[in-house]
């Protein structure tokens, strides 16, 4: 059996890191405000933004600080 290729899950989680950086930013919102709306730690939104960490329940409280729905962070 062959190992799973992982590399759309790193695109993937890359590209929901953008997404989040951008609506972020058009939000005008720093990491540290973002991390303060969500109750996360600044370096936990940094993780997010670099595609290393996308747990559903930091997302699900950064795209309600970010006034989307998680599927727009997903999609």
Do not use: F, N
Request: glycine fraction near 4%; hydrophobic fraction near 40%; charged fraction near 30%.
């Amino acid at each position: 059996m062959q190992p799973a290729d992982d590399h759309w899950i790193r695109d993937a989680r890359r590209a929901i890191g953008d997404r989040v950086r951008v609506q972020r930013m058009h939000l005008d919102l720093t990491q540290e405000r973002l991390a303060e709306l969500t109750g996360l730690d600044r370096s936990t939104i940094q993780r997010v933004e670099y595609g290393e960490e996308s747990k559903i329940s930091h997302l699900l409280l950064i795209a309600r600080a970010l006034r989307v729905h998680v599927t727009y962070l997903l999609s």
